[in-house]
C-alpha cells in the first residue's frame, strides 16, 4: 500500500525549521524585500531605469555618467540594492544612498553621499530563473548551452515558467506539453507518455541541459516525469542534432531544476479537488551560512487522488533537496538529489471500439482492468554540476546526471474485435519489471570576444549518454470477455499460471545504449544588424537489444556521424528580427538489406524560417515561423528480398526468415507556428500558441499521400492569461484559456479521432500578504472526448478528464 502522506509532510517542516535560514544585514536598506529580476544584458541607462521601475525606489543621476555604457545581465533573487550594484560593476560608478533616503548614481572615486555597504553578489552562478517573476516569459534561457534570449536563437523555442505551471496547476509534464505551442503528449501504450514535436517523438530528454534517453522499454511507453523539482520546461522545436546527436527530429526538451534562493523562502501549499484529490507541499530554500555562499532548497510533495475512471487512483510521494556551494567568487558547484514514488491503480490501453472505428459509447468511468491491477514506479535522480567563470566574458560548465529507475506491473487488459452484442474480446493478464539505469554528462566552454573589429562568442563542448536496463514481462490471453460485462474481480494471476497457460509467454530483454558526440557553435555580428551562427557535432553511436533467453541480440554502430547547423539573424531595430536556420538529423535504423548490410541512418534536413519580436523592455517575447522537414532513407519492405511460398529458394534469401528491408521511404512535416508570452498589458499574462502541421509520406510502399504522425493535429491552439485585477480590486486575479485541436488518425490510420476544444478558469484571492487561495476549474464545459496516442478498434482509447475543481491554498511567512 501507498505510503501515508502526513508523514511526508512532518519531514518537510522538520527539515525546513531546522535550516538555518537567517542571514544578516548591515544597513536598513539592505533589508528590504528581495525580488525576482530578470533583465537581459542591456545599456546601463536601460537597466538601471529598469530596476527602478521594478523596485518602486528612486535613482538619480547625471545622464553623462551613464551614456555609451552597458550592464550585464541581471538575474536571480537580490534586493533592490544587490541589483543595482550587479548592474554598475565594471563600470567606474557606485551606488550611494541619500540623506533623503533615496539612491544616487555617482564617480566611484567622489566623495559625497553615504556610501551603502559592499554586497557579494553572485548571479551568474545561479543562473537563469523563472520563480519569483510572475511572468509567462523570461529574459533567457539555457537549451541551447549558454545563455540567450528567445530572439538569439534562429528556431522555435517556448517557455513554461513557474508562475504558468503555477497558475494553471499543472503538476505532470505531459500535462505541461499540452499546454504548449506545436506539441502533443500522447498516451503511450503502457501507462507513460509519448511527446511528439512536429510529428517525431522526442524520447531523450535533457535534464539542466544533460541529455538521456527516456522512452526505451522492452514493452510500450513507460516514461513519467512530475514537475514539483523544476523552475520551468523549455522547448526547442525542429531539428536538435546538434545539441543531442542520434533521433532528435522533433526538438528537444530542457527540465531546469529549482535551486537554492539567495534569500530565505519557505511556502506551504495544500489542495483538495473533485475525486477525493488531495496534496500538500512545503518548498524551502534560502542561504544556510551569513555570506550567502551556500544555498540550499528542500522540496516535499505527497499527491493522493481517486479517478472519474472506476477503481482507478494514484499516490505520488516526491522528496528533492539541492545545494549550491560557492567554492569562489567564481566557482559554482550545485548538487542535487530527487525521488519520486508513484503508486497506482491504472487503466492500461484503454477502451476498444468497434471494428470500423465507431465509438461504442462508453461512460467516461468505464473501467476494463481488475480490482488487482497495480502500477508502481520510483525513481531516483543524483544532479552535479561544476561552473567556473573566469570573467564577465567566459565560463566553463560540467553537468552530470545519473536517474535509477525500477517499474513494476499487474495489469488486465481488454481488447479484440467487439462484436455488437460487446463479446469477442480477450482478456490479457500481464506482469511486468522493468530496471533501468541512465547517466549523462555533459561539459562545455563557452565565452564572448571581439576580432577583426566584430563581436563573437564560441561554444565547445562534448556529451556523453548510457542507458541500460533489465526488462522482463509474462502475458497471456484468456478469451471469453464481454466489454458490456467487464468482469474486474477475476483471480490475480501468478507468474506459474500465465506460463503454464496456453499460449502464455515470458521475455526478457536488455536495452544497452550509449551515445557521445563533440559539439562547437560560433556566433558571429558579421554587421551591426546582421548574426549569424555556424555550428557542428560528431556523434558516435551503439544500440544493442538483447534477449537472452532466445540468444538473439540486434546492434547498430554508428561512428563520426556529422551534424551541420547554420543560422542567420537580422535584426530590423532593438525590437524585431527576422531569422532562417538549416540543420540537419541523422537517425540510426536496424534492419538489414538483402546484402545482409545494415540500413543506412534516416538522413533528416530542416529548414526554418521566422520573425521573433522582443517587445516591452523585455516583459514579452513573440515568434512567427515558417519550417519544413524532410526525412529520407527510411526502411520500407524489400517484396522482392523473400518468398513466403517458397522460403528456401536460394535466389531469395531474405532476413532471417522473413522479408529485408531497403532505403527508400520519403515523409516531410510542414507548417507555420506563432506564439506570444508575456505580460502584454499591465497586469495581464498572456501564453498563446498557434501551429498548422501537416505530416505526409512522400515515399512509401503502403501509406505514400497518407498521414504520417497518428497523433499530430492539422490544427492546435493553445492559450492561458491571467489578469491582476487593478485599484481596490487588486487582491483578486482571474485566470482562463482552452486549448483546441483538429482530429487526429487511429494507429493504423484506418479512422478519425475527433478533435476537441476545452476550456479552463481559475480564480485567485490574496487573503494577505502571507496566503494566497485560488480556485482551478478544468473542463469548464464537460466536453467529452479522446486523448491523442495509440488508438485503435482493438484498443487504446483513452477520456480525457471530465469537469473538476481544485482548490489550493498557499502560505508564504515572510522574513
Not at 503555477?166 to 500522447?186: E, K, P, S
Not at 525542429?238 to 527540465?255: D, R, T, V, Y
Not at 461512460?363 to 567556473?388: F, K, M, P
Not at 495489469?411 to 469477442?424: C, I, L, N, P
Request: glycine share 10%; charged share 20%.
Amino acid at each position: 500500500m501507498p505510503k501515508p502522506w502526513p508523514r511526508a509532510l512532518a519531514i518537510a517542516l522538520a527539515l525546513a525549521a531546522a535550516t538555518p535560514f537567517g542571514v544578516a544585514h548591515s544597513d536598513p536598506v539592505s533589508q528590504q524585500q528581495v525580488l525576482r529580476f530578470d533583465l537581459p544584458p542591456a545599456s546601463l541607462a536601460e537597466t538601471l531605469n529598469a530596476i527602478a521601475r521594478q523596485s518602486g525606489q528612486v535613482v538619480s543621476l547625471e545622464p553623462a555618467l551613464v551614456r555609451g555604457k552597458q550592464a550585464p545581465a541581471v538575474r536571480g533573487e537580490f534586493t533592490v540594492v544587490q541589483a543595482l550594484q550587479q548592474a554598475l560593476a565594471g563600470s567606474g560608478l557606485q551606488l550611494r544612498l541619500t540623506e533623503t533616503g533615496n539612491f544616487s548614481v555617482q564617480p566611484a572615486a567622489e566623495a559625497g553621499a553615504v556610501e551603502l555597504g559592499a554586497t557579494s553578489v553572485n548571479a551568474s552562478g545561479l543562473g537563469v530563473t523563472t520563480e519569483g517573476s510572475g511572468s509567462y516569459t523570461t529574459g533567457a534561457v539555457s537549451i541551447g548551452k549558454g545563455e540567450h534570449r528567445l530572439r538569439e536563437i534562429p528556431q522555435s523555442v517556448s517557455v513554461i515558467t513557474r508562475q504558468q505551471l503555477d497558475d494553471q496547476g499543472i503538476t505532470d509534464l505531459r500535462d505541461a506539453i499540452n499546454q504548449t505551442t506545436g506539441l502533443v503528449g500522447a498516451t503511450g501504450i503502457g501507462p507513460g507518455m509519448v511527446i511528439s514535436s512536429r510529428g517525431f517523438q522526442i524520447d531523450d530528454w535533457q535534464y539542466d541541459g544533460v541529455p538521456i534517453p527516456r522512452n526505451a522499454y522492452v514493452l510500450g511507453n513507460w516514461a513519467t516525469q512530475d514537475l514539483v523539482f523544476f523552475d520551468r520546461v523549455e522547448i526547442l522545436r525542429g531539428a536538435a542534432g546538434l545539441l543531442q546527436g542520434a533521433g532528435s527530429p522533433g526538438g528537444a526538451i530542457n527540465l531546469v531544476r529549482k535551486r537554492g534562493q539567495t534569500a530565505p523562502t519557505v511556502s506551504l501549499t495544500g489542495k483538495a479537488g473533485s475525486w477525493d484529490h488531495y496534496g500538500l507541499q512545503a518548498d524551502a530554500g534560502g542561504p544556510l551560512n551569513d555570506s550567502g555562499s551556500v544555498r540550499g532548497r528542500l522540496v516535499v510533495d505527497q499527491d493522493d487522488t481517486h479517478s472519474f475512471t472506476d477503481y482507478a487512483w494514484s499516490k505520488t510521494t516526491s522528496l528533492y533537496g539541492a545545494l549550491d556551494v560557492d567554492l569562489t567568487p567564481d566557482t559554482t558547484l550545485g548538487l542535487g538529489i530527487s525521488n519520486s514514488d508513484l503508486d497506482s491503480r491504472p487503466m492500461v490501453r484503454g477502451l476498444p471500439r468497434y471494428p470500423d472505428g465507431r465509438d461504442i459509447g462508453f461512460s467516461r468511468s468505464t473501467y476494463s482492468g481488475a480490482t488487482w491491477n497495480q502500477n508502481d514506479i520510483e525513481q531516483t535522480t543524483v544532479y552535479a554540476d561544476l561552473e567556473h567563470r573566469f570573467d564577465d566574458h567566459w565560463r566553463v560548465k560540467a553537468a552530470a546526471l545519473r536517474m535509477r529507475e525500477h517499474n513494476d506491473s499487474t495489469h488486465q487488459r481488454m481488447h479484440g474485435e467487439v462484436a455488437d452484442d460487446g463479446s469477442g474480446l480477450n482478456f490479457a493478464d500481464w506482469i511486468t519489471n522493468f530496471e533501468s539505469t541512465k547517466e549523462g554528462l555533459d561539459m562545455y566552454l563557452d565565452g564572448d570576444f571581439e576580432a577583426f573589429s566584430l563581436e563573437q562568442e564560441v561554444t565547445v563542448g562534448g556529451n556523453y549518454s548510457k542507458y541500460t536496463s533489465d526488462d522482463f514481462y509474462a502475458r497471456r490471453f484468456v478469451p471469453g470477455g464481454n466489454i458490456f460485462a467487464i468482469d474486474h474481480h477475476r483471480p490475480e494471476p501468478t507468474l506459474d499460471a500465465i506460463l503454464a497457460s496456453p499460449g502464455g509467454r515470458s521475455t526478457n530483454a536488455a536495452y544497452d545504449i550509449r551515445q557521445k558526440g563533440l559539439y562547437g557553435s560560433w556566433r558571429v555580428k558579421l554587421a551591426e544588424p546582421l548574426t549569424a551562427v555556424l555550428g557542428a557535432r560528431v556523434s558516435w553511436y551503439d544500440y544493442a537489444y538483447k534477449l537472452p533467453d532466445d540468444d538473439y541480440t540486434d546492434s547498430i554502430t554508428e561512428n563520426g556521424e556529422v551534424t551541420p547547423y547554420v543560422g542567420l539573424i537580422y535584426d530590423l531595430n532593438h525590437e524585431w528580427s527576422v531569422y532562417a536556420s538549416y540543420t540537419d538529423v541523422f537517425e540510426p535504423q536496424s534492419g538489414r538489406t538483402v546484402q545482409q548490410t545494415m540500413l543506412e541512418p534516416v538522413i533528416g534536413s530542416n529548414y526554418e524560417v521566422g520573425l521573433k519580436g522582443e517587445l516591452l523592455d523585455g516583459r514579452v517575447n513573440t515568434s512567427l515561423a515558417l519550417f519544413r522537414y524532410d526525412q529520407k532513407n527510411r526502411a520500407v519492405t524489400d517484396t522482392d528480398s523473400f518468398d513466403p511460398a517458397n522460403p528456401n529458394d536460394p535466389s531469395k534469401p531474405g532476413c532471417d526468415g522473413w522479408y529485408c528491408s531497403m532505403t527508400s521511404g520519403k515523409v516531410r512535416s510542414q507548417g507555420i507556428e506563432a506564439e506570444v508570452s508575456g505580460e502584454v498589458v499591465r497586469d495581464l499574462q498572456l501564453f498563446a500558441g498557434y501551429t498548422y502541421n501537416t505530416t505526409k509520406f512522400l515515399d512509401d510502399p503502403e501509406n505514400e499521400g497518407r498521414v504520417f504522425s497518428q497523433w499530430t493535429p492539422k490544427h492546435m491552439l493553445r492559450t492561458w492569461a491571467d489578469y491582476q485585477l487593478p485599484g481596490e480590486w487588486n487582491r483578486i486575479s482571474v485566470g482562463g484559456g482552452f486549448t483546441s485541436q483538429s482530429h487526429t488518425v487511429s494507429f493504423d490510420r484506418e479512422f478519425e479521432v475527433p478533435g476537441f476544444t476545452v476550456w479552463n478558469a481559475r480564480l485567485g484571492y490574496r487573503l494577505s500578504r502571507e496566503i494566497d487561495l485560488a480556485l482551478n476549474a478544468n473542463n469548464l464545459f464537460d466536453k467529452r472526448y479522446y486523448l491523442p496516442g495509440y488508438a485503435a478498434a482493438d484498443g487504446g482509447n483513452n477520456f480525457g478528464d471530465p469537469r473538476n475543481l481544485m482548490f489550493s491554498v498557499k502560505y508564504t511567512p515572510q522574513f
